[in-house]
């Protein structure tokens, strides 16, 4: 008797086992996303109307790379929103437009695209003729002319900043490490200011100089923080552009780098753009 309750009890142990294994094998996957990949993402959380929140492209600025977006990733995905940061290597402008080109094309259904700094100018030759695009996001950042070099206003609107780059023997630019603080990051601690000029990203020098073939925002709606106490672009060159763009314009008081000093604010501005009704 007991040896056949032992074998009857194996019996369905094996069965059990089996049906496990064969219900583990065929579940579905589940997969995450990270904020460096350019594969298409399918969108976020449903928004009003059942109609899916945009993807968020975020394009770093020089001097910095995908992972400068830290503070305000983790609030995008709290609040329901697909995010990717687009990593670019900063060797040429065009480069960086076919970087950032290529993950914005990737996407599938309503964008927002989101340049800081340098990141301005790439974004306003990335973005155009994009119908996915459903608005552009500046956060001190350059927005050239079709046919504008980037650096254009340099001399009219001056800043402290292009006294404290210094090229490499490739002709890469650094920012002078004994005044990155000030002139960069001057609303942060001194250690967290210590730490982004050690991981600096160098951009090369003729960047500045490139020019670009499209201007998305004169068909994009754009929306621009101006940085009141940035000593990287002058805060007058910000309010120039914001204007000549019709952007809807926010204004705070902080240094170049208001997506780490004040990441809820920049969070703020870029859901703005994203609830927007498409006109």
Not at 117 to 142: D, H, P, Q, R
Not at 202 to 225: C, E, H, M, R
Request: net charge neutral; aromatic share 8%.
């Amino acid at each position: 008797m007991i040896q056949t309750y032992i074998a009857r009890l194996s019996a369905s142990l094996i069965i059990a086992i089996l049906a496990g294994s064969c219900t583990h094998q065929h579940a579905p996957s589940s997969t995450t996303s990270t904020a460096q990949s350019s594969a298409p993402a399918e969108g976020g959380d449903r928004g009003a109307g059942g109609i899916p929140k945009p993807t968020i492209v975020l394009v770093h600025g020089a001097f910095a790379d995908g992972t400068s977006w830290q503070h305000v990733i983790p609030r995008l995905e709290r609040d329901g929103y697909t995010v990717i940061a687009v990593q670019n290597p900063l060797t040429s402008f065009k480069e960086d437009v076919q970087t950032t080109k290529r993950v914005i094309d990737a996407q599938k259904g309503p964008v927002v695209v989101v340049g800081h700094s340098y990141g301005g100018a790439v974004i306003t030759e990335a973005a155009a003729g994009n119908t996915n695009v459903k608005s552009l996001v500046y956060i001190s950042a350059f927005a050239p002319e079709a046919g504008e070099r980037v650096n254009a206003f340099g001399e009219k609107y001056p800043a402290p900043l292009g006294q404290a780059l210094k090229p490499d023997a490739a002709g890469f630019l650094y920012i002078d490490r004994a005044q990155f603080h000030d002139v960069f990051a001057k609303d942060l601690s001194a250690t967290e200011a210590s730490v982004l000029a050690a991981t600096q990203k160098p951009l090369i020098g003729s960047a500045f100089n490139a020019s670009v073939d499209q201007a998305a925002w004169k068909t994009i709606p754009s929306w621009y923080l101006v940085t009141q106490e940035d000593r990287a672009i002058n805060p007058d060159l910000e309010r120039f552009y914001a204007k000549r763009m019709g952007a809807k314009t926010t204004e705070i008081k902080s240094s170049h780098v208001s997506f780490i000093s004040h990441p809820k604010e920049v969070t703020q501005l870029i859901e703005q753009a994203a609830n927007a009704p498409v006109k």
